[in-house]
């Protein structure tokens, strides 16, 4: 799909002039995401290092892609310079170019530091690296204060969103491990949620919206997102909540133990709220968080390599959430 003979050109000709002057040498390209069609070009003369995406493939036609090629590149775009995220402590990375006759392909800069799946294993094999997941955790809730703050506008969340993406998880997981009594059960215990206004107080603000380990690079204490495919107008407990699924997910299918990411999570949720506001605030979020975890759990739970017991052990997590935590 992919034709070294243009994209290499183009690199040369459109994106690494970004950086250096020609002339270029050899360009490698490294695939980087076992999922998706994320590649790294590397130039070894001058040592430029560049992230490209191809959106294009074969479930997804060549317009589709280029909507949401052109899509991640306007929200980088509007991040950076609407919201101030272009440089310092948080910041995403930088939209380099796009291409659509090269497979809908998006290049930006590569995010430097680990990512926070790093720091997150690490801690749960050697209990000496906990503090430094602590410290990562406060570095990734004051990058989305500033990004939640930043973007906050005078619309009143809407349960609308979090209904309609329910429905979408459901239906996707009823071909997979959901049996037809889970879906009645977190059905009723997601429209009490729903029907109960007070829990939405909140005003919308710009989300990242893929909220995943894989997403956040750490470089000492600055924070550095990646993939705003999926930006958009929400309540910030999208993000919080998601975090807090991932976590609570990496924890427990690493360690069998459903409660070992408990403190990191309130450690992550307390520090939002106190950089946010004010300590109030915290339980103005923790409200919601349980209904974004279970979005969270379930997104996860469509994972076709996480084995079918495993999957759904997140589903069983999810009702929980619903049931239990209005």
């Known amino acids: 799909?992919?034709?070294?003979?243009?994209?290499?050109?183009?690199?040369?000709?459109?994106?690494?002039?970004?950086?250096?002057?020609?002339?270029y040498g050899r360009i490698e390209m490294k695939r980087l995401s076992g999922e998706r069609q994320v590649y790294l070009f590397r130039e070894r003369t001058k040592k430029l290092k560049v992230v490209g995406k191809f959106f294009e493939s074969g479930s997804v036609h060549a317009e589709e892609a280029w909507r949401w090629a052109e899509k991640e590149y306007s929200n980088l775009q509007q991040v950076r310079e609407q919201f101030g995220m272009n440089n310092g402590t948080y910041r995403v990375v930088a939209p380099l170019g796009k291409n659509k006759d090269l497979s809908a392909l998006l290049v930006t800069e590569l995010a430097p530091g680990k990512a926070l799946d790093h720091y997150v294993t690490t801690a749960?094999?050697?209990?000496?690296?906990?503090?430094?997941?602590?410290?990562?955790?406060?570095?990734l809730a004051q990058f989305f204060v500033k990004l939640h703050r930043s973007s906050e506008t005078d619309k009143q969340v809407s349960p609308e969103l979090a209904?309609?993406?329910?429905?979408?998880l459901?239906?996707?997981?009823?071909?997979?491990?959901?049996?037809a009594s889970q879906r009645h059960g977190i059905e009723t215990y997601a429209a009490r949620w729903w029907d109960t206004n007070d829990v939405f107080a909140d005003r919308e603000v710009t989300v990242h919206g893929d909220a995943t380990p894989t997403n956040f690079f750490f470089q000492h204490q600055e924070v550095i997102a990646i993939d705003l495919d999926k930006t958009k107008r929400a309540d910030r407990c999208?993000?919080?909540g998601f975090i807090a699924a991932e976590l609570k997910h990496h924890f427990t299918w690493r360690t069998g133990d459903s409660l070992a990411a408990e403190p990191f999570i309130g450690h992550f949720l307390w520090v939002y709220a106190v950089t946010y506001g004010d300590e109030q605030?915290?339980?103005?979020?923790?409200?919601?968080?349980p209904l974004y975890m279970a979005l969270g759990l379930l997104r996860i739970a469509r994972n076709i390599w996480l084995d079918e017991p495993y999957r759904s052990n997140l589903i069983t997590e999810a009702y929980k959430c619903l049931k239990y935590g209005l």
Not at 7 to 12: D, E, G, H, S, T
Not at 163 to 168: N, P, R, V
């Open 124 to 139: 749960i094999y050697d209990e000496h690296q906990s503090q430094r997941l602590f410290d990562k955790l406060t570095y």
């Open 238 to 240: 999208w993000d919080l």
């Open 163 to 168: 209904q309609g993406y329910l429905g979408k």
């Open 170 to 179: 459901l239906h996707s997981l009823s071909k997979g491990p959901l049996t």
């Open 1 to 23: 799909m992919y034709d070294k003979k243009a994209i290499y050109p183009y690199l040369k000709r459109e994106i690494f002039p970004q950086f250096a002057p020609p002339p």
């Open 281 to 289: 605030f915290f339980y103005t979020i923790t409200r919601k968080i």
